[in-house]
């Protein structure tokens, strides 16, 4: 994949995406290992996840640390950051990915299935910031990137507890900034539009839809996973050192 930019600032340092292994968060994982950044992510699956690593190594000549875990064991994920900053030192860039965007209508929602939807789509961004807090302390700077979405935003009727989710995250986003600024730690979120990924092509999408999508942005292209890096790069970036709770809608000018 190109890289459109690049940051010096990031060379060298410590990045943590979850879910980093598939999707948005491969593209993610592989362009801060281009950018020469020690990158460690998360995920639960071992296969592709794998495939990624050992691909991104043997291209750039430095192999991202894949840590497998279950997103939901707060106590592994815990252990995950731990085991990242034993490889890389404290992370100063977390970028909190990690989603599952399944359908699911009104009638068939359970309370088991929405504890579950939640402990995968909103808690694990707090505790994740709450685990990776103290290294950015004490090293004065961080970057905490949330990946939200703007299906809640243009009243996606086919998955509410994931779009309930979504806009949790924003105010998670606007209370950690207002928490952690002192400290120089700066927290965002990126609200991705439609971003066509393998998973997207198998589920969901149809020709038709994906015209009509299209037809509505003011950019008519396709949008991709690379289409999420330079917003990402930007964000975790001393380029954008003043920048924080802030939203920043990535979605071909559909909204």
């Known amino acids: 994949m190109s890289h459109p930019a690049r940051y010096a600032d990031l060379e060298g340092a410590a990045v943590l995406i979850t879910g980093g292994g598939s999707g948005i968060g491969a593209a993610l994982t592989e362009s801060f290992v281009a950018q020469g950044a020690k990158v460690a992510f998360i995920d639960i699956a ?106 809640f935003l243009i009243n996606h009727p086919d998955m509410p507890s994931y779009t309930a989710a979504k806009a949790g995250i924003i105010g998670l986003t606007k209370g950690l900034a207002g928490k952690l600024g002192p400290w120089n730690i700066r927290v965002n979120a990126v609200a991705p539009g439609w971003v066509i990924t393998e998973r997207q092509r198998s589920l969901w999408v149809t020709d038709e ?38 939203t920043m809608i990535v979605d071909g000018g559909f909204l």
């Open 46 to 151: 071992d296969g592709p996840s794998e495939a990624l690593r050992d691909r991104i190594g043997k291209t750039y000549g430095s192999t991202p640390l894949f840590i497998r875990c279950d997103l939901r064991d707060i106590g592994a994920l815990h252990d995950a950051v731990r085991q990242a900053e034993t490889a890389h030192g404290a992370a100063t860039v977390l970028i909190n990915n990690a989603a599952f965007d399944e359908r699911h209508d009104v009638a068939d929602v359970t309370v088991d299935y929405w504890d579950t939807n939640q402990s995968i789509n909103l808690r694990p961004h707090f505790f994740t910031a709450q685990a990776v807090t103290p290294g950015m302390r004490a090293a004065g700077r961080g970057s905490i990137i949330n990946f939200t979405s703007t299906s």
């Open 209 to 246: 839809a994906l015209a009509a999508h299209v037809a509505r942005q003011c950019i008519r292209e396709v949008m991709k996973p690379e289409d999420m890096v330079g917003p990402c790069l930007f964000l975790a970036s001393e380029a954008s050192r003043m920048l924080t709770a802030q």
